[in-house]
């Protein structure tokens, strides 16, 4: 009864000491090949060209489309007359 919890605790000591060594490998032994790693899969370009697909009803009549349009963004703090861009974007 008095050495179950000496187990216990030898165990959890171990696990602890398990996982120390290992984040200790990673960090000084692994560490220019993860960095490597990390910067070719942070700074890697890929465009994926999908389109969505329709909605449709029970019926099957469709309900919205995907539709390729312009979009356009503005910084609101960096308009100083919105009457003047606003009237300037309904012409186009």
């Known amino acids: 009864m ?3 919890p000496l187990i216990i605790a030898t165990v959890i000591v171990a696990g602890f000491l398990i996982i120390f060594a290992r984040l200790a490998e990673l960090m000084l032994f692994d560490h220019d090949k993860l960095q490597k ?3 070719i899969q942070q700074t890697k370009g ?3 060209l999908v389109r969505r ?3 449709y009803d029970r019926r099957g009549r469709e309900l ?3 539709l390729d349009r312009l979009s356009l963004y503005g ?3 960096m308009i100083d007359s919105p ?3 606003a009237r300037t974007l309904e012409r186009n």
Do not use: H, N
């Open 75 to 77: 910084d609101p703090s």
């Open 83 to 85: 009457a003047y861009v």
């Open 64 to 66: 919205a489309v995907s």
């Open 53 to 55: 697909g329709g909605i």
């Open 46 to 48: 890929q465009k994926i």
């Open 2 to 4: 008095k050495r179950r």
């Open 37 to 39: 790693l990390a910067t």
